[in-house]
């Protein structure tokens, strides 16, 4: 990366900033931490350790900055920082200095912003232009700091050079999304990221920021009134951990009407992740747009909308049923009811009934009876819709789930909470 | 320091002072010994003598791994970038200057010629008959030859000359053998208990395999005396002595020992955290710094600026603001050394923040309460870089170490020179030089010359 500087009047050095750490020492106490006396053993003023932590001299991170020792490593969305140096060298004065800075990416050619854009008149010996220039790197692999240097030397000669530093910009997080579908239409989005930089990372914040037909809220806090993360009083992530973010997204009520935009792919919305390191080093990362496949529900989709949790035995209880018409085309539907499938349960309501037809994207709500016949935990199957248009019959078994309980008993009082099992 | 026994004692009243200084003894030698260690040692004091011996696998046998001597790094770089002459006039304490004994390596780790210490154990320790060869050979453990082991081991790891302590170390073991106990040599110290190994020694024993990549060791380790500590410290809750004996202590006597050994405790909490912070673990670091908040109420202020610093290394800015404005409500306005710390920290958080000017400010104000803050100087020149003023920066550092070379020449802040020098010209070297010539002039062979940065 030299040049031929040695021509030069003028010297350029770089130096990469990351934040500067605290010095740690060894903390040894048959040690003397000072010197007392002199190679003559005279004694000396005391002169303290610097390294060791003021009020705590057993504890090693001392109060003491240290600059950075080498270039380190550099990840996709933390901020390059770095230090130019142009110093005359020379018992001369240099003119019209102008210094130039610029990043090389694979893909394209960034100016960096510099305070010193416009030539420096003159430059006296001993005397130097300081720059610190910043970016926020947004690509990954090869990165290239190319410093570009004109000026006129003392005998009006127009010099010029440059030197290239080069460096990788290494991927920090390893992000993987799974979805959930719920039955209500909400749907779950867990997140892991994984930390693949060799130091531990404090993640500050992974945000879910939803598109326009979602609203989402987060369920990795603690149900307390500042919503605390679950990640415990110390949050940080070391190399290779992966931690799990967990959100709902609701799909907001004009969506819902919208049949088009429950079907096929949708945008969820990204996650923006901020976290930091050494001295709060900052990085920040967002996701493309995440996209969810809806779950399919085939022609005919059916939700139970209402249905006791429980219900006495041999009483008759009523469920009802939404079904929608998912499909393309217009159907003309009927309802039968198969009491061969289901144990412990009897329909008892019309069988054969005509629903009529159904447009594409309509629905209509079934209302429908049954008597249980068997107390515990009983499930309801046996629905048959046919599309008489096209002679096809759609079974659906395993609608709900209902408890069935002996009337009058204190320990079946208060049955369990039952949920709708997916149609 | 050591810990030594000798109390104060007027000519008339040697009686009770002896007492009083066995009791201290006692105290501070106390030990948990293994069950395999206790019960050769109860063979050795029950059976006739001569009739047992311990098995030479149970003992310790320790001796010197190297002996060659030390040197005097900065007289290699004077030679090498300044002068011969200069090189052959540099004089600093050596091992042939002072007592051999324990007093002369104190002497000589007074004037920082760690060096020469190192060569002076060399030559006690062989003296001992463990010298080079001797490992694995008998040799007789003494308070003082153990000492001196502690000191080489220390000086050993001040130096950074871990592997040669390790292996050194080795021959020691757990530290558990009956030969490292009082009781061993009955004859010579009658009616004596508990182990001879000093307790530092065992602490800085713990602490060096992490310095080797083995930190999980150190903290195996460390547990194991925290462990131990507690243990004594719940004998003596429990009012037996401190190694579960049924022997009757007063209870001033009880309450002395309680303090020592709660202070060992906390010291091994301290090691513990540092073990942590070494690996980056901030999680169990701040984990222990929280529990030394309940242990080491004295140090409680300290503790919390202790615990933000840990929080900013780690990034959490939020969390270190919490611990800094406890602090800053905590102090008195009139207590100058505490505000000074209080502007230090804000500065670390202005730092976090990316505002260097502001942190820059910071570090200025603790000057004003403290106006030979060392580390306020250091800071702020740090600040002046990452503001684009290399000039400031330079200045400040230079300042330092022309106004008071004896007192300012330290690791840290000639490294943030040399660096800077590095950046400056190309004539770096020549600036270099200059602060070699004052590292010559003013310090001692344990110099870390690494920090000038010249090979």
Redesign the interface.
Known sequence: MESK?KEHLL?L?V?R?T??????S???????TH?????H?QP??V?T???I????E??????????P?NFGNIFLGETFSS?I?V?N?SSHVCRDIQIKADLQTSSQRLTLSS?HANPVQQLTPSE?I???IQHEVKELGTHILVCAVTYVSNTGEKMYFRKFFKFQVLKPLDVKTKFYNAESDEVYLEAQIQNITP????L?KVLLDPSSHYSGIQLHTQEDPVNRPVF?????V?PLDVRQYLYCLTPKPEVLADPKFMKGVTNIGKLDIV????????GRLQTSALQRVLPGYGDIRLMVEKISESVPVETKFNIEIRVTNCSERTMDLSVHLDNNIQIGLLWSCCSGIQIGRLTSGSSTLLKLALIPTACGLQTISGLRLTDTFLKRTYEHDEVAQVYVYVPFSDECSSPPVISPLEA | ??LRSDSAHSESDVFSASLKASEADRQRDAWIPSEPTRLALVNLLTSAQGSYTVPHDQLTLPGLINDDPQGDPVKDLVQKFISEHEASNR???SAADVSHDEDGIQ?L??????RAAIDLTGVILTQCGQGMGQVGQPSVHSPCSLRVW??RI??L??LQLFSLAESECQAFGSMDTPDLYFEYYFDQFPGKRGSMV?F?FRV?CA?LPQ?LGKSQESLDRLYYLYAIAGKILENLRQGLAEDGSMLQLSDSNRAASTQLWTSRE??LL??I??CA??I????TA??VLEDLLVKDVS?K???W??IA??Y??????K?GMHYIDLFSAEIDPEDV?LCC?NQ?NRG?LA????NFPEAQKCFQNALEYEPNN??AV??MA?CY???????EALYSLEGLVQE?P???L????L??LS??Y??????AMNKKQTLLNLVNKHK?NGFNVACLKMT
């Open positions: 500087e010297v050095k130096m900033l934040k500067p750490a605290l010095m740690i060894k903390p040894l106490s048959c040690i003397p010197r007392t006396v002199d190679d053993g000396v003023k002169a350790d610097l390294a932590a003021e009020g705590l057993h504890f090693a991170l001392s109060q003491l900055l240290t600059l020792q230090y140096s110093h060298n305070s130097s300081d720059d610190v130091g531990p990372i404090f500050e415990g009083k110390v949050n940080c070391s976290w930091k390191t050494n001295m709060a080093e900052k | 320091m050591f004089k600093t304490l002497q780790m007074n004037a920082e010629c760690w502690m000191l220390s000086l790891i001040k000093p530092e800085i602490e310095y906390i010291r301290y090691a955290s540092n912070l070494n980056k673990d901030y999680q701040i984990e140090h202020v300290h503790l600026s202790g610093r840990t900013l290394q780690m990034g959490d800015l969390s050394k710390i230090i670390f730092i976090g923040q990316n060392v580390i250091n800071n740090v870089l990452y503001m684009g003023k290399l000039k008071s004896h007192l300012h330290q690791e840290g802040l490294f943030n660096t800077l590095e950046l400056q010209s190309s004539r001692g």
